[in-house]
């Protein structure tokens, strides 16, 4: 299978893999910045934005084997990964695996315990519904600051402030991804993230400390599992910093992938 993705700016590759339901666009927030010191090469998870689907289950085993493939195949051994959500779980379990450079996740998944699953599966089950009920609407939803806020108060610390371009494309996405739901259950059901102690490079993990999806007391969990990752709090800031505290991921990124 051949994964969608494409490159900016110039350097040493830097790869960005996106959560659920996202695209390479849930991103562009802080591309920009990231393009100025290193050649970024965004992609496409298998089923979401112009990536098609993997056949059979949809397990996190499956699709750290396809960015395995895709890193193969694209000449990018020791690449330097960043992720974000599942793929920030995606690039911890790379790093778990020996593959790529320096590592860097921000509010990774499975680390989840006891009711933690049910609260992520459920809550972002149900966000998910309203999103595809509202799908003909996201492009005028997205301009409003009330709509935004409602919609994604679940993901960001500060959801009327963000970009309505960059939430019209993530909501789009998310109402657009077929593989949804059944990635959802295979994550909720499916084993936690084994970690390491010997990654094959620098691992720094993110958390904001208002993420009400995957919550701020598994971050000790995750750097437990890998004991020589850097765990970095984000304040005023939900499940993913890229939008939230833009300026701050990317020198947190930048910072970690220094040579």
Known sequence: MDLNFERQGAGQPLL????????????????????RAREVVLVDLPGHGQSPPLAGRQTIAAY????????????????????????????????????????????PGGFW??????????????SVRLVRLLRRRIPTLSQSRAARTVLLA????????????????????IAETNVFDAMLSELARGPLQDGTTTPPGRVTIGWGRQDRLLLPRQ???????????????????GHFPQWDR????????????QN
Request: charged share 20%; hydrophobic share 45%; net charge negative.
């Open 154 to 173: 679940q993901l960001s610390a500060h959801p009327g402030d963000l970009d309505p371009q960059l939430v019209q494309n993530e909501l789009t996405s």
């Open 113 to 126: 315990r006891g009711w933690e699953t049910a609260w992520f599966r459920s809550t972002l089950a149900a």
């Open 64 to 107: 750290a084997d396809a960015l395995d493939r895709f890193i193969d195949r694209n000449g990018l051994a020791g690449v330097d990964t960043v992720g974000s959500s599942v793929g920030a779980r995606m690039v911890l379990e790379l790093a778990r695996r020996g593959t790529g450079g320096h590592t860097v996740a921000y509010d």
């Open 219 to 237: 971050a000790e969990r995750a750097q437990a599992a890998f004991p020589t990752a850097e765990l970095h709090w984000f304040d005023r800031c």
């Open 16 to 35: 960005l893999v996106h959560g659920l339901g996202g695209s390479m666009r849930s991103w562009d927030s802080i591309v920009p910045t990231l393009a």
């Open 246 to 257: 833009p300026t701050e991921a990317a020198e947190v990124i930048l910072k970690t992938v």
